[in-house]
C-alpha cells in the first residue's frame, strides 16, 4: 500500500483503519480478496486479484461485471470515506458504470476512485477500474453517497423492525 501520509499521522492511521474496517464488513467484499493498494485523503486504489471462481463466461476466462461493479462500488465508499473529516456511515445513492471492455483473463483489476465533492449530506465520486493503467479502462463509474446513511444510530439499525406500542392497535 502506499503511505502517503498527511501531515496529522494520527488522523490518517484512524483514515486507514476506518478504510479497512469497511472492506472487512462488507462480505462481498471479503469474498472477492479486495485488498487496500494506495490511501489518501479523497482517493484510494483497490485491487481484486484474478480467481477462476468470478469468471462470467467460461470460453474466454473473462471476470463477471459483477466483480467489477464491487470493485468500484466499494472503492468509491472507501474514498468518500477517506475525504471525511470526522467518519460517519455512507450509503450508495448512484453508482453509474460504463463497460468499455473486458478484463483480460488472468489479469489482477484495479480500481481506483476518487471523491472530487463533498456537501454536507452527499459525497461524489469518479472511478475507473484497470489493469496496467487508468488511461486504459475497463470500466469507469460516477457514484454518489449519502453521509451519514444511520442518522447517528448503530450500523444497521435503520434495517430493524419498529417495535410497536404494548398494548395498542397493529
Known sequence: MTDNTPDDGTAFDRLREVSHMILDAVPHARVL??????LEPGRVVLRVPY???FIGDPETGVIH???VTTLLDNASAVAVTSAMENYTST???????DYMRPGEPGVDIFGEAICYKMTRSIGFVRATAYHETPDD?????????MLDSNAGRRAGANLQPKSSAKGGAS
Do not use: H, Y
Open 33 to 38: 480478496g479486495l485488498s487496500l493498494e494506495t
Open 51 to 53: 480467481n477462476p471462481k
Open 65 to 67: 461485471g459483477g466483480v
Open 91 to 97: 450509503a450508495t445513492l448512484d453508482l453509474r458504470i
Open 137 to 145: 479502462p475497463i470500466a469507469t463509474a460516477q457514484a454518489s453517497f
